[in-house]
């Protein structure tokens, strides 16, 4: 999933995974967060993509965006009246 849209070209993704702890035997959420190239910038905040490994891009980026699975739900804008703007 998308977590960042904010530079040119580039996506930071978040890949959620569990990890038993060594000495206690609890899962324990981690996540690993890369940077993605997106050359055409089709990407955006909350969408779920297909990634692949690639070779460096930049000292950061060594993934490539290869398609969006999933768009975000773009937000809703509340609808005002004038007895709610009260």
Known sequence: MVESAARDKTRTVVLP????HPKYGKYVR???RLHVHDEK???KSGDR????????????KSWILVRVVER???P?????TEEAAR
């Open 17 to 20: 995974f569990l990890s038993k």
């Open 30 to 32: 981690k996540r690993t």
């Open 41 to 43: 910038n089709e990407s």
């Open 49 to 60: 993509v297909e990634i692949a490994e690639c070779r460096p891009i930049s000292r950061t």
């Open 72 to 74: 975000a739900a773009e």
């Open 76 to 80: 809703v804008e509340p609808i005002v």
